[in-house]
């Protein structure tokens, strides 16, 4: 009951950070970060880029990341461009979230470093 509970507030607290970002008029470094995490995550790529004006989300997608040894650079990792269109960012970020428990765990990790800047930043 407790896992549930843990659950559905890891992801009801990352829908409101998603509402409270895509509700700024600028978009600052650690917001695009965030955004771009959500988005890594969901789609296992490797670099993304949202152009906030155009409503474009364009990225490199792992086509089979097996042969990947966090020991050694990889550079010939098989991907390909992905080019998204979305007409609610917000949306589209909500539409990435995952429910499995690696992505839960990657989740209250972002969490918890939006709230550690959120401080840093206040405190400054």
């Known amino acids: ?3 549930a509970k843990l659950k559905g ?3 009801n607290d990352l829908e409101n950070l ?11 470094k650690r917001v695009q970060h965030i955004h771009s995490s959500i988005i ?3 789609y296992n790529a490797t670099d993304v880029c949202i152009d906030y004006h155009r409503k474009r989300v364009v990225m490199e997608i792992l086509i089979d ?3 990947y040894d966090p020991k ?3 550079v010939s990792m098989p991907t390909f461009n992905a080019n998204f269109i979305f007409n609610s960012l917000c ?6 979230l995952d429910q499995d428990h690696k992505s839960l765990a990657y989740y209250a990790g972002l969490l918890s470093y939006y709230k550690n800047e959120q401080e840093r ?3 400054a």
């Open 1 to 3: 009951m407790e896992k």
């Open 121 to 123: 930043m206040v405190l």
């Open 40 to 42: 890594k995550n969901h």
């Open 91 to 96: 949306e589209f970020l909500k539409n990435c």
């Open 18 to 28: 998603i509402s409270r970002t895509c509700a700024k008029g600028k978009m600052t």
């Open 9 to 11: 507030r890891i992801l």
């Open 65 to 67: 990341d097996s042969n």
């Open 72 to 74: 050694t650079i990889n």
